[in-house]
């Protein structure tokens, strides 16, 4: 047996050797094409010529043709012929030393007395494994194919590419089999690439071994139609459509303008990807306000365990936008930052010219997990264009080293639909015998119910289940692996030091908080809890449920947790500048500048607005203060601490009724007195936070006299009063130009209001921060204003005397606000 099967591989090396010196083109350029089972060549719909493995005298290899065509199968060549292999088989190909892709054609159908679901077998070349028990009818039905092409890109030095066909040892009457065999040499489309690592909010750079194996998980034509293997005629590419993966309909696509030629730079060659990737791409919409709420998002199902390679295809193909910072936009996958300010005319060098970004980023888990690809606009350099825009996206596999592997498990079937409640009279109708009704009744009523008692609602990008009872109980969740990485104890404590208290950056309600390094060097938060803190696993689930589903500028990053051995960690991007507080008072941190407070407030703001409206119910913090707004190496601010947060009503003026929860000189006193809670208990505690942002000081100082002690209190006496000014914080009081203090102090005081029905939304407090600084920037660069402005000055403006400065009218205020969603030259 071992001598015939060395004697077919011999005689499949001269078949392949023959005809490349009889001067067959296709092969001649080392591009080969096996059609399985076939005797003679046979030519696709797309004109290429396919040569048949004509060697099957042996009892162990069979030819067969498939029993019926769907309709659907591109082509009968090579999907209707098939090599069966009963037990292990090897083909040897002789190859050039190169990188390849390797293809595997696979048409799961009825060959002769072979049950297809009975055709489990495993794929390897000498020393790596493609395909382990994989099942080709399995996978076809999880995706909702009649038919598989299963792509990889290897690099072979040895002059041979000897590929092994093994039956399952494991699944009795098991049987390999294959159609088509498809092998195109390369170049070097892998390495040579500018590649970043993702993890946390830091990626570093990456370098990829020129040995290293992929298999191509998805190629998707962002925007516009499948693309053929005969229009990629470099290396006969098939692209896909997005529409099955991406998240929302509402969703532009769009078509290059007619008079833009796309060129490609020096940097991509046109073999990177095909003209017509580029001509077509999704953008999010001219909505500005409504595109700061979502993220342009596809989720694409992969297998766990691996590490994969994103590569971005990007091209401006729509005037007006020529310019750098015209369009800037957030890359984000699994929740992690691949890349901030994403300025596609930065990267390319103008409209019309090709660039492309490559991410590597690790999944964790086991078997098939949803990979989150996201892009959100990026409004730190103030572009003109509140958008994000993607031509193309290639999804590779990275082999898994010791053992060199790239097989996943079969991923698993998909779910048959419930039934549906509405066909229950008619089913019970046809049931005989009153106790069967009766039984059906109850079990369906049952059934009826319990669905009755979940409402899923949209959050941004994903799903969250909540009960509408709004009890506190922790739900103990089952959290999706590659949203949220998982950390062994031991990881966590080689991260710190075991706990060095040399590595202690602070203390909370929840724990203590430790810098640690993961991943060779990336700096990271991590929190750790402590057993006799209040807060516990209901606080710990709900931080981890609501980080893994939400992602945004101004959020914190959740990068992984660890539940073991009684421990409850928390692992988060690490913020270089700590907490806002620190920076405001009792420290020796440097005074924040004005500008900096009122850019930290808009940043603060925006990601509660994110919270309260990036769904279609939102998120209520409960816990909005100093402490829990951090600030990254660039004064940047996240909003952190999500322990207490809820799911809020649908609409914004009702409320829910739930324990009283929070901080105490930031509670909300209507909730605290009637214990319901609204999305105006945040604005409430954000309105304390401006008015501790703007005097420096404690928001509850018992030391002080009695009308002092409260900050709130204070601040209101003192606004009434007209000497509101006289508590600011000295450090930045000459700073502040007389409009923009009227308008933070006008803005604060409404935060706070008594009653919640007289407070602002957070999108109307984040509108009014926007104005203060537009009122900042235009007043320090107006010569009209009086840049040195005393403080008596601004005494005038917020004293209840009548006021020698003029206030801004309706239309300015309307120009201001266009400014700020087109803020051009800022």
Not at 473 to 486: A, D, I
Not at 507 to 512: A, L, Q, Y
Request: aromatic share 10%; glycine share 6%; charged share 20%.
């Amino acid at each position: 047996m071992a001598f015939q099967i060395q004697l077919v591989t011999l005689k499949l090396f001269a078949l392949v050797s023959l005809a490349m010196a009889a001067g067959n083109n296709s092969t001649a350029s080392g591009h080969i094409l096996l059609s399985c089972g076939e005797s003679d060549q046979s030519i696709d719909d797309s004109g290429r010529t396919w040569d048949g493995d004509t060697f099957s005298k042996f009892a162990l290899v069979l030819n067969s043709t498939a029993s019926n065509q769907d309709s659907s199968l591109p082509s009968t060549v090579p999907w209707m012929s098939a090599r069966i292999f009963t037990s292990n088989y090897t083909y040897s190909f002789p190859v050039s030393s190169s990188r390849m892709f390797l293809r595997l054609y696979f048409y799961p159908a009825a060959y002769e007395n072979y049950n297809f679901s009975d055709a489990y077998f495993s794929v390897t070349t000498t020393n790596l494994v493609f395909l382990n028990e994989f099942n080709a009818s399995q996978t076809a039905q999880a995706k909702n194919s009649a038919y598989l092409t299963l792509e990889f890109s290897v690099n072979i030095s040895t002059g041979s590419l000897d590929l092994t066909f093994a039956p399952s040892a494991h699944q009795s009457g098991s049987y390999a089999f294959v159609n088509g065999i498809e092998i195109v040499p390369t170049p070097d489309i892998f390495t040579a690439a500018d590649t970043r690592f993702v993890s946390g909010d830091n990626p570093a750079p990456f370098s990829l071994s020129p040995d290293t194996a992929f298999q191509t998980m998805y190629r998707l034509n962002i925007g516009g139609p499948s693309i053929s293997p005969r229009d990629d005629s470099d290396f006969y590419r098939s692209w896909d459509i997005d529409r099955p993966y991406i998240f929302s309909d509402s969703r532009v696509d769009f078509y290059k303008d007619s008079n833009l030629t796309i060129e490609y730079t020096p940097k991509v060659p046109n073999y990177t990807a095909p003209v017509d990737v580029y001509v077509t791409a999704r953008m999010m919409g001219p909505n500005a306000q409504m595109n700061l709420k979502t993220n342009l998002t596809w989720i694409l199902p992969v297998d766990a365990g691996f590490s994969y390679l994103l590569r971005f295809h990007f091209c401006e193909i729509k005037y007006p936008i020529t310019k750098v910072n015209q369009r800037t936009f957030f890359i984000y996958i699994n929740n992690q930052t691949a890349q901030q300010q994403m300025d596609v005319i930065l990267w390319s060098g103008g409209i019309g010219r090709t660039t492309y970004r490559d991410y590597v980023i690790v999944t964790t888990g086991s078997g098939q997990v949803d990979m989150w690809v996201a892009l959100h606009p990026d409004l730190s350099s103030r572009p003109e264009f509140v958008d994000a825009i993607l031509n193309g996206l290639e999804v590779f596999k990275l082999q898994n080293y010791g053992p060199n592997n790239l097989a996943g498990l079969n991923p698993p079937l998909p779910q048959k639909p419930d039934a549906n409640p509405s066909g229950v009279g008619a089913v019970i109708g046809g049931v005989v015998g009153g106790f069967a009704v009766l039984l059906i009744v109850c079990f369906s009523i049952c059934i009826i119910c319990r669905r009755k008692k979940k409402i899923r609602k949209d959050y941004g990008n994903h799903t969250l289940t909540a009960n509408p009872r709004h009890t506190d109980k922790p739900s103990y969740l089952t959290l999706p692996s590659n949203h949220c990485r998982h950390f062994s104890f031991a990881e966590v404590q080689i991260a710190t030091n075991n706990f060095n208290q040399s590595f202690l950056l602070g203390k909370g309600g929840f724990g203590n908080v430790y810098l640690g390094s993961i991943d060779s060097g990336t700096k990271v938060a991590i929190k750790r809890c402590n057993p006799m803190s209040k807060q516990g696993v209901h606080e710990f689930h709900t931080e981890i449920e609501m980080l893994s589903k939400f992602r945004h500028r101004h959020l914190v990053s959740l990068i992984g947790y660890c539940q073991a051995k009684s421990e409850m960690i928390l692992v988060y991007d690490y913020m270089a500048h700590g907490t806002l507080r620190e920076h405001l008072y009792n420290t020796k941190s440097l005074p924040l500048l004005w500008q900096q407070r009122l850019e930290i407030c808009i940043g603060a703001a925006r990601g509660l607005h994110y919270l309260h409206t990036g769904s279609e119910q939102g998120i209520i913090h409960r816990d909005v203060k100093t402490t829990n707004i951090l600030l990254d190496s660039k004064l940047v601010a996240k909003v952190s601490d999500f322990g207490l947060s809820k799911a809020s009503p649908d609409i914004d003026n009702t409320h829910m009724s739930t324990a009283v929860k929070g901080t105490f000189g930031y509670l909300d006193p209507e909730y605290f007195r009637l214990q319901r809670l609204t999305k105006k208990s945040d604005v409430y505690s954000f309105g304390v936070v401006l008015f501790e942002i703007l005097c420096a000081r404690p928001v509850i100082n018992t030391l002080l006299p009695e009308e002092q002690v409260s900050l709130r209190d204070w601040a209101l006496f003192c606004r009434k009063e007209g000497v509101l000014e006289e508590i600011i914080d000295p450090r930045v009081k000459e700073e502040i130009t007389p409009e923009s203090f009227r308008k933070f102090a006008e803005i604060a005081e409404q935060c706070v209001a008594d009653r919640s029905i007289d407070r602002p939304s957070m999108g109307d407090v984040l509108w009014n921060l926007e104005l203060a600084l537009q009122l900042q920037d235009s007043a320090r660069y107006n010569s009209s204003c009086a840049a040195g402005a005393s403080s008596r000055q601004i005494i005038e403006v917020h004293s209840n005397k009548p006021s020698t400065h003029s206030t801004i009218s309706a239309a300015a205020q309307e120009d201001i606000f266009s400014a700020i969603i087109h803020p051009e030259g800022r």
